[in-house]
């Protein structure tokens, strides 16, 4: 008891200092120390727990804004990426337009480049599901093309580079390109057949030539598609495609992204919120669910840095006005909740970016110009 003691007064005043160091560099994971002294992971356990309620009462402020003059702000497509330069990725919403084109915002918002379709004539009449970058800005589109699935590869400067289909027919939701340049990961769910069962999921990985490497499945999934009571003219997915069936919305509000180490995360768009957190051979490391801050928060936004996810929750009112909203840090390898921040509203709707010290948004202003703005923990 004195031990612990002792520990919790070295942890109160690391904290009323204002000196906590971030969990990994006082608590080596896999350290000898660690895993045989238990004084030690108790005085970490109380380390972070400070950590994490100093951190609730924390807001987001902007540190940066720029306007980007040559563009019009539109709705935008969800969800939206950045590559390691601080560039901002994202498509425009256009009606009755599936191949919106994904539109880099430079940094400081000086310049824009588009990686449009337009210049692939043989893919016309292909919509883009979702897009990939990497961090030197190579940029991934994920279409689909009638039955077939196809991504196309762009260069920084916007040059279409190569198409490559995938020998499995379905319909994608979400695309990451695995580090290293040695394949993707897709996700989504198996066409409707009339008269038989939901469709199943598909998680896989696919190498570059298009080839499936891997189909993943995961216990109690709670994207799986849900049978639907048929109608006179069958069940509504049936009619309308895979997306009239509301039970896929986890699965298409969700995400997929990878990290530098090449492992990657299955977000579930429930909740709670799910995270499937796999490695790069294909291996399930972790089921993590997100706690919400309070009832009613759902999860927004996606994005992984440096081994943490940020996660964007947000509470909405019956007319889907966004009342309040909330960025979770979480630790990928272990699933700890390590920091939350409140985001105000003079920060952009849109999530773009996390670099593990700073976060990006993406907004529109009064004069229907697209803005970006860089914001830090107060």
């Known amino acids: 008891m004195q031990i612990a003691l002792k520990y919790t007064r070295i942890a109160t005043r690391a904290y009323s200092e204002g000196r906590l160091l971030l969990l990994e560099q006082r608590c080596p994971r896999n350290s000898q120390l660690m895993r045989n002294s238990k004084t030690i992971l108790m005085a970490c356990t109380i380390l972070s727990l400070f950590q994490v309620t100093a951190a609730q009462n924390v807001s987001l402020i902007a540190t940066s804004g720029y306007v980007l003059q040559s563009e019009g702000g539109h709705a935008l497509y969800m969800p939206l990426r950045c590559d390691l330069d601080g560039n901002f990725y994202m498509r425009e919403y256009e009606s009755g337009f599936g191949a919106s084109p994904v539109l880099r915002v430079s940094a400081r918002a000086e310049n824009s480049t588009r990686f449009s379709l337009d210049s692939v004539p043989e893919l016309r009449g292909a919509s883009i599901q979702d897009f990939s970058v990497t961090p030197d800005g190579t940029v991934y589109e994920l279409l689909q093309f009638g039955d077939d699935v196809i991504i196309a590869e762009f260069s920084k400067?916007?040059?279409?580079?190569?198409q490559t289909k995938l020998e499995k027919r379905f319909w994608p939701a979400h695309l990451s390109a695995l580090g290293g340049n040695t394949g993707f990961v897709v996700t989504g769910a198996e066409l409707p057949q009339k008269g038989g069962p939901p469709p199943k999921l598909v998680n896989a990985i696919f190498d570059n030539s298009g080839r499936l490497v891997r189909r993943l499945t995961f216990a109690h999934d709670p994207a799986e598609i849900k049978e639907e009571k048929p109608g006179k003219e069958g069940t509504e997915s049936q009619k309308g495609g895979p997306l009239a069936n509301e039970s896929v919305l986890p699965l298409v509000l969700g995400d997929t992204q990878t990290d530098n180490a090449g492992n990657f995360f299955i977000l579930r768009a429930t909740d709670p919120a799910v995270i499937f957190v796999v490695n790069r051979w294909g291996k399930l490391q972790r089921t993590i669910k997100?706690?919400?801050?309070?009832?009613?928060?759902?999860?927004?936004?996606?994005?992984?840095?440096?081994?943490?996810?940020?996660?964007?929750?947000?509470?909405?009112?019956?007319?889907?006005?966004?009342?309040?909203?909330?960025?979770?840090?979480?630790?990928?390898s272990t699933g700890d909740q390590m920091a939350e921040y409140a985001v105000p509203d003079t920060l952009g709707t849109a999530f773009a970016c996390y670099t593990g010290e700073t976060f990006g948004f993406v907004t529109t202003t009064t004069g229907g110009r697209l803005a970006v703005q860089t914001a830090k923990p107060e």
Do not use: F, H, N
């Open 290 to 332: 997100v706690a919400s801050p309070e009832a009613g928060m759902k999860v927004g936004a996606m994005q992984v840095r440096g081994g943490r996810l940020a996660l964007l929750l947000q509470k909405s009112d019956q007319e889907g006005q966004i009342q309040k909203r909330t960025i979770v840090i979480i630790e990928a």
């Open 157 to 162: 400067d916007g040059r279409s580079v190569s």
